[in-house]
């Protein structure tokens, strides 16, 4: 099987390669990052797709911070909308199943009942509404997988966990916001299930949404967190934890409240989600290996 992964520097990019060289030793992966491969650059893609001959492209390369999103609109569609669109073509001309990750953020739900993928789609910021437009350019491949999924994090990058093990180190008190409810994501788990699917005889096709088991607040995923690594000993201090609501902690982009997503068609499809409670002390113990390295 011959995979080809792009993003190979991110959180999934990474889980992803680790779990080839760990346990798939039959997967020939060809895994660019951004230096290595610009993807909104058309005829790079092409080349690199029509020479390597891949079976499966799994996009993991992506836009992803939201907030500078709002102020740099052109450089977010760029590379979350067209540049998914030359992935798709290239795709679509050598025929090579595309898998595609998108996000949570596609949706403004406001409504508390888990989002089915045929949800109505209204994103509140520029993030999602790349993102968005990126799924309609992935779909432009008949082979095309859609896996949205959110809050993601690992040992690897940047991301909420490790921000709050960064927090704890210099402040006796955090705030954290206690009213987005939404479901943590372990970059592992992504990575699994990308593998499950490249594997499966019948690859599912469309969207399917993805994410963690159990919904939780920020401030709940925080305390989560924070008492595992004290635990782990990992902190020396468990800071204060100050929840906050939204309203009281402005981001330049607007997120939503509520972004449960409901993972009944993907589990129907034999790939049932995994609880994200159970990889905190998972990666907490791949950090203290020193493995975000
Ligand atoms: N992180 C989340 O909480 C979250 C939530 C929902 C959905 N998702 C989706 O999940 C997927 C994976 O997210 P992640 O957390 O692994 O993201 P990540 O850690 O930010 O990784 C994305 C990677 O894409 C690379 N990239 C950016 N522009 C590129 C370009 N023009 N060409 C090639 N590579 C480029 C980035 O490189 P640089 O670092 O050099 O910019 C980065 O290494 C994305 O599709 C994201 O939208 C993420």
Redesign the pocket.
């Known amino acids: 099987m011959r995979v080809f992964l792009?993003?190979?520097?991110?959180?999934?990019?990474k889980c992803f390669q680790s779990l080839v060289n760990k346990t798939y030793p039959n997967v020939t992966l060809l895994a660019?990052?951004?230096n290595q491969?610009?993807?909104?650059d058309e005829r790079a893609v092409e080349a690199i797709i029509a020479v390597f001959k891949p079976d499966v492209i799994i996009?993991?390369?992506?836009?992803?911070a939201v907030d500078r999103a709002e102020s740099e609109r052109q450089l977010a569609f760029?590379?979350?909308a067209q540049?998914v669109g030359h992935l798709a073509r290239a795709a679509k001309k050598h025929h090579v199943h595309l898998i595609?990750?998108?996000?949570?953020?596609v949706f403004s739900a406001e409504a508390y009942t888990p989002i089915k993928e045929d949800h109505p789609c209204q994103p509140q910021n520029i993030y999602g509404l790349s993102?968005l437009a990126g799924e309609s350019e992935a779909m432009a491949c008949p082979h095309a997988t859609i896996i949205?999924?959110?809050?993601?994090?690992s040992e690897?990058?940047?991301?909420f966990l490790k921000t709050m093990l960064r927090l704890a180190d210099t402040h006796p008190t955090i705030n954290v916001v206690a009213d987005q409810i939404g479901c943590p994501?372990y970059?592992g788990d992504?990575a699994s299930l990308l593998m499950k699917i490249i594997f499966s005889p019948e690859k599912p096709q469309g969207i399917y949404h993805y994410c963690g088991s159990g919904a939780v607040s920020w401030y709940d995923f925080a305390r989560v967190i924070l008492e595992q690594a004290w635990s782990d000993k990992m902190i020396a201090v468990k800071p204060a934890l100050n929840a906050i609501t939204t309203e009281h902690y402005q981001t330049p982009a607007k997120r939503p409240l509520y972004s449960v997503l409901n993972t009944g068609k993907i589990s129907v499809s034999g790939f049932p989600p995994e609880p994200w409670l159970k990889s905190v002390p998972v990666v907490l113990a791949q950090l203290r290996k020193g493995s975000q390295l």
């Open positions: 792009t993003g190979a520097a991110g959180q999934v990019g660019t990052d951004r491969l610009d993807i909104t996009n993991a390369a992506a836009y992803t760029a590379v979350n540049a595609h990750i998108s996000t949570d953020y993102k949205r999924t959110s809050w993601v994090f690897f990058g940047n991301n994501t970059a992504i």
